[in-house]
């Protein structure tokens, strides 16, 4: 009875945890960099860089389940996993 044809409840929750995952993806981002150049850090630097990864996967995984343009973000995907074995070598140079 009171139901009438209003917006769908279902669709709101998935856009806005897309919208979390992307603003923790960005954040992460945005850590490595300081992680790396403002605490001059290698070794934290990778700790972040391999977090940014791991949430890399999980957007791209979870974005394409409803976009099939959300492949478009797998270059940035791969390009950070590059970066995360460049920060490794550079760490790994650093240890002594």
């Not at 009438?4 to 806005?16: F, I, K, Q, T």
Request: glycine share 8%; net charge positive.
């Amino acid at each position: 009875m009171g139901r009438g044809p209003g917006p769908d409840r279902r669709v709101r929750p998935r856009s806005a945890r897309s919208g979390g995952l992307l603003g923790v993806d960005l954040s992460l981002n945005a850590a490595w960099n300081w992680l790396c150049f403002q605490c001059r850090s290698p070794a934290a630097a990778l700790a972040g860089s391999a977090l940014l990864d791991l949430s890399n996967a999980d957007l791209v995984r979870r974005a394409a389940r409803t976009n099939p343009t959300a492949a478009a973000l797998t270059p940035y995907a791969a390009w950070c996993a590059f970066a995360t074995a460049l920060n490794a070598d550079i760490a790994r140079r650093n240890l002594g």
